[in-house]
C-alpha cells in the first residue's frame, strides 16, 4: 500500500529565506505526486503534480519540487518566501481509483 | 461557477445525534470523495464515488455512510455520531480523468460532544 511521510510537523523561515519542504513516499509502481497548501480555514489547492517526463515541476505562486526515484522523495522548494506563504503543506501520492494518500502535512510559519 | 461547496460550515452534535453533510460540485465531476482531516494525520479518505449512484468505502469507513443520488451531490451522513468523530471534513471531486486535479470544498467543522 502507498504511503506518504512528511519529516517535518513545522518549520520556520524567515521572509526572503529560501524553502524545502520534504516528502518521502512509499509506491509499487511509477508514483502519481502532488503538493497541496491550505491557508488557516481554507480548503486545499493544488500547487503542482508530478505523473512522469521532466523530474523538475514548477507550480503555482513560485513554487517547485524534483522527484527523485532513488531517493523516494519528491521535495517542494521556493526560492524566497513571502509571509503569504505560512500554511500548511500537504504531500500525496495518487492510488487505484483516483485516490490520494496524504501526508500529515508540514506547518510553514514565516518570520519578519 | 461555485466549484465545490460544502453545506454547513460549522456544526455541533451530542453523541448519538444523526446528521447529513452536503457537499455539492457545479463542475460536472464524475469522482466526488469525502476526507476527515484531524492534527498531525493529514486528510484521511473516508468514502468515495466514481459516478451517480455508485460509492466506495475509503480508508476510515465506519460510522459513515453515503450517497450519490445526483451527480452534482455526495452526501455524508453520520447514523449515531460519537466523540471520535469530531474532525474537519472536507469533500472534493474531480473529473475521473487520470490524476485530473482535485477539487476541494471549504470544509465542514463538526465538534461532538
Known amino acids: 500500500a502507498q504511503s506518504v511521510t512528511q519529516p517535518d510537523i513545522h518549520i520556520t523561515v524567515s521572509e526572503g529565506a529560501s524553502l524545502e519542504l520534504r516528502c518521502n513516499y512509499s509506491y509499487g509502481a511509477t508514483p502519481y505526486l502532488f503538493w497541496y497548501v491550505q491557508s488557516p480555514g481554507q480548503g486545499l489547492q493544488l500547487l503542482l503534480k508530478?505523473?512522469?517526463?521532466?523530474?523538475l515541476v514548477q507550480g503555482i505562486k513560485g513554487f517547485e519540487a524534483e522527484f527523485k526515484r532513488s531517493q523516494s522523495s519528491f521535495n517542494l522548494r521556493k526560492p524566497s518566501v513571502h509571509w503569504s506563504d505560512a500554511a500548511e503543506y500537504f504531500c500525496a501520492v495518487g492510488g487505484y481509483g483516483n485516490k490520494l494518500v496524504f501526508g500529515a502535512g508540514t506547518i510553514l510559519r514565516v518570520k519578519s | 461557477n461555485a466549484g465545490v461547496t460544502q453545506t454547513p460550515k460549522f456544526r455541533v452534535l451530542k453523541t448519538g445525534q444523526s446528521m447529513t453533510l452536503l457537499c455539492a460540485q457545479d463542475?460536472?465531476?464524475?469522482?466526488m470523495y469525502w476526507y476527515r482531516q484531524d492534527p498531525g494525520m493529514g486528510l484521511r479518505l473516508i468514502h468515495y464515488?466514481?459516478?451517480?449512484?455508485?460509492?466506495a468505502k475509503g480508508e476510515v469507513p465506519d460510522g459513515y455512510n453515503v450517497s450519490r443520488l445526483k451527480k452534482q451531490n455526495f452526501l455524508l451522513g453520520l447514523e449515531s455520531a460519537a466523540p471520535s468523530q469530531t474532525s474537519v471534513y472536507f469533500c472534493?471531486?474531480?473529473?475521473?480523468?487520470?490524476?485530473?486535479?482535485?477539487?476541494f470544498g471549504p470544509g465542514t467543522r463538526l465538534t461532538v460532544l
Open positions: 508530478y505523473f512522469s517526463g521532466d523530474t
Open positions: 472534493a471531486s474531480t473529473t475521473g480523468r487520470g490524476f485530473d486535479t482535485q477539487y
Open positions: 463542475m460536472n465531476h464524475e469522482y
Open positions: 464515488s466514481v459516478g451517480e449512484g455508485t460509492t
